[in-house]
């Protein structure tokens, strides 16, 4: 604090005025006017001194009073004074938690060196940190990350075409990025890297032509549109470990070995005797070859449609099921379901059938497991998309029907009969539902298979394979919540670079789960953050406008750092900068 003198034509007016620093640019604050020059010189001469020494005893008495244990900010505002033009005065305050995680994983460095590598100009920490920091908070385009992203706390220092250009050269990084993620979050969770999940998703873009990366294939979210595929790999608590990008077109079978090849060898997993469990669309042998090696091992899901009938006949006979808590007795599984006080006791109860598949290039089982759970959940599923079908009939209008084979398309359930009346050349159409679709798939209600070279504890193979649909959800973040598609992207290396962003995101959001506990859903946590904002009093501070909960407490309990007082001065919120950025 300090004295500030103001002339005027007739007097000179004096006041206290305060020093702040807002995103590095200094400013000041008058907190308290004192008088004019008559006045004082009044009280002075009265006291037999001068101006200028009343005026140091004042401020000294005035500082002395006001700063006490707990410091007490009064603000006073006018209700006639216009705010300033396009000053800006709400900050988003939650995305600090993700920064505090970003410098634990010490991708500040792996900036500078890309930086200092490259030799250019513009921040490029800055870059990285926005662009992942934007995607979990305000999920949106480039153009839009660079402007949204001047809503939290610290301004950025970048322009537009930084981000652009900043992309290209994370690109060029790739995988050594990966590969120090993945060493530097030893440092900052339990990594569980015995059991490795794998999967594929693929992302659509708005354009109607391919190119050589962008290209036609089975699109997932059923866009007609060119597409790129992501291959994801996660540890056993379903935080990323790796992943890779490739043409729309390509086989996913072919996806997964390279990967995995360079998490075993870079990763420094040899010695880790994983097992991958993966969805059935990876049962080729090769996978399976070489996830036997060095002591490894499989689990990957089976259709069970899609067996040899003689092994579909012996996992569909009723007899000679089991339970993993009861090795000596076999059960009907027949007899149970047609059992009201039996299907009661055992609906939550896994029954388990192992057959031998044993192929001439692999040595492995198939573990099939019926729930009479699992079996009501397929009739719901089933039974909306029935329902669907049958409004989709009665709305018709006497259009033509796309009749589908896709499995989790309900027009599967249509059937189309067409034929010609007389005197007339057009087709007509007749659409009903396929009974015999449904009773078909019915046979398989409940129904689950796993192939596996692990027999050991089977309890432990259930678990791994009930563990899949983490790697599903994490798909559903990353499409859902952080708007990774469409990507508004053309060059193939910066199309590369903005999934390596999301993935580190939903890295950073899955560690938060964990360092959370897993108290609360991924929902809670991103509305949560999201919500977190700030009001700034010119010269006072920032004052919460975000609710109190659990979740708050716990994120500071965690973080060690509070925003969740009556208003957070500069010089708080600068020592929370400090804290989190000194750590690394």
Known sequence: MRIKPTPSKTTISYSIIKDFTRNGVRSTKAIHKIGNNIEIDKFAKEEGITREIWLKKYLSKYIEKHTVEEEIITIKKSVSKQIKKNDKNAFNIGYLFLESIYYDLKLNEIAKEIEEKNQFKFDLNDVFSRLIYSRIIYPSSKYKTHRLSKNFIEAPTIKLENIYRGLTYLNKQMDYIQEKLFENSLKVVDRNAKIIYFDCTNFFFSIHEEDDFRKYGYSKQHQPNPLVGMGLFMDADGIPLAFNIYPGSANETTQMLPTENKI?????????????????????????????????????????????????????????????????????????????????????????????????????????????????????????????????????????????????????????????????????YIYDIDENIIREEEKYDGFYCLTTNLIDDIETILKVAKGRWEIEESFRIMKSDFLARPVNLSREDRIQAHFMTCFIALLIHRILEKKLDYKYTSNEILECLRNMNVFESKGDGYIPTYERTDLTDDLHDIFNFRTDVEIISYKYLKNIFDKIKKKS
Not at 307 to 334: A, C, H, Q, V
Not at 343 to 348: I, N
């Open 264 to 428: 075993i060898n870079k990763f420094k997993l040899k010695d880790t005797k994983t097992v991958i469990c993966t969805d059935a669309m990876m049962c080729t042998d090769d996978i399976k070859k070489y996830n036997i090696k060095d002591g490894r091992g499989f689990v990957i899901t089976q259709s069970l449609k899609k067996m040899k009938e003689d092994y579909r006949k012996e996992i569909l006979d009723p007899n000679g099921w089991r339970l993993s808590s009861d090795f000596k007795n076999t059960y009907n599984i027949d007899t149970v379901q047609n059992d009201e006080h039996l299907s009661e006791k055992y609906y939550d109860t896994l029954f388990y059938k192992i057959i031998s598949t044993e192929t001439a290039s692999v040595k492995q089982d198939t573990i099939a497991t019926f729930s009479l759970k699992y079996k009501d959940y397929n009739q719901k599923i089933r039974n909306n998309q029935i329902q669907r079908a049958k409004e989709k009939i009665e709305n018709n209008n006497s259009k033509k029907i796309v009749v589908t084979n896709n499995q989790n398309d309900f027009k599967r359930f249509i059937k189309e009969t067409a034929f010609t009346k007389e005197n007339e050349e057009a087709e007509i």
